[in-house]
């Protein structure tokens, strides 16, 4: 999951496979979260965002996931691949309505 | 389509110099802002616009200042760069009218300050 720090949390996953990456948030009263995508050197790229009267939402290869009975937002990678190698952030809306980033997660596929 | 355009990728300051980071959108969003990123650390909001004209304090506004005089330009003015600016700062804009939803970001600018 996600943590404010110096040193991003690590997701290893052989290509082919699933990817699950967690965030945790703080506010319950967010109703918009969305998930970001950022490989080395480039800037954040929109992956999939989701409200909160959703409990899942799909798009290309992934699906965003949301409980908010214990504040929880994952993002599923399917079939991952070299081309996902990147930290992928979540965010939420706090309650001035700004969004509200995670640190963030290195996800990292091998061969 | 060009998207978010920063200018420049990079850039070196010595403490005290001042400088312009320029950011411009061709997409026709209302919505745009700036945000600064540092290591193991999530993006943090300076300033924002919702439409030419109004400007408004983000989360970390100290040591910088924005006008939004067209929809497409938002440029973020460092007064007295300090050793602390060090970062890399991100530009981005909404296509959902004045919300900061659905951002698309440029792909930045790495400042150093000495």
């Known amino acids: 999951g996600e943590s404010v720090g110096l040193h991003l949390p690590t997701l290893s996953v052989q290509e082919g496979d699933n990817s699950i990456i967690n965030c945790a948030y703080s506010n319950s009263a967010s109703d918009y979260f969305i998930w970001y995508k950022q490989e080395s050197g480039k800037g954040p790229q929109f992956i999939i965002d989701i409200r909160s009267n959703m409990d899942k939402r799909q798009g290309q290869r992934v699906t965003v996931l949301l409980n908010k009975t214990v504040k929880h937002l994952s993002l599923q990678i399917a079939a991952t691949q070299p081309g996902d190698s990147a930290v992928y952030f979540c965010a939420e809306t706090d309650s001035w309505g700004k969004l509200q980033f995670g640190a963030g997660t290195q996800v990292v596929v091998t061969p | ?114």
């Open chain 2, 1 to 114: 389509n060009a998207g978010v355009t920063q200018t420049p990728k990079f850039q070196v300051l010595k403490t005290g110099q001042s400088m312009t980071l320029q950011c411009a959108q061709d997409m026709n969003h209302e919505y745009m802002s700036w945000y600064r990123q540092d290591p193991g650390m999530g993006l943090r909001l300076i300033h924002y616009s919702v439409g030419a004209g109004i400007t408004d304090q983000g989360e970390v506004p100290n040591g910088y200042n924005v006008s939004r005089s067209t929809t497409e330009d938002f440029p973020l003015r460092l007064l007295s760069a300090a050793p602390s600016q060090t970062s890399v700062y991100f530009c981005a804009s909404s296509s959902e009218g004045t919300a900061n939803e659905k951002l698309f970001f440029g792909s930045g600018t790495q400042l150093s300050v000495l």
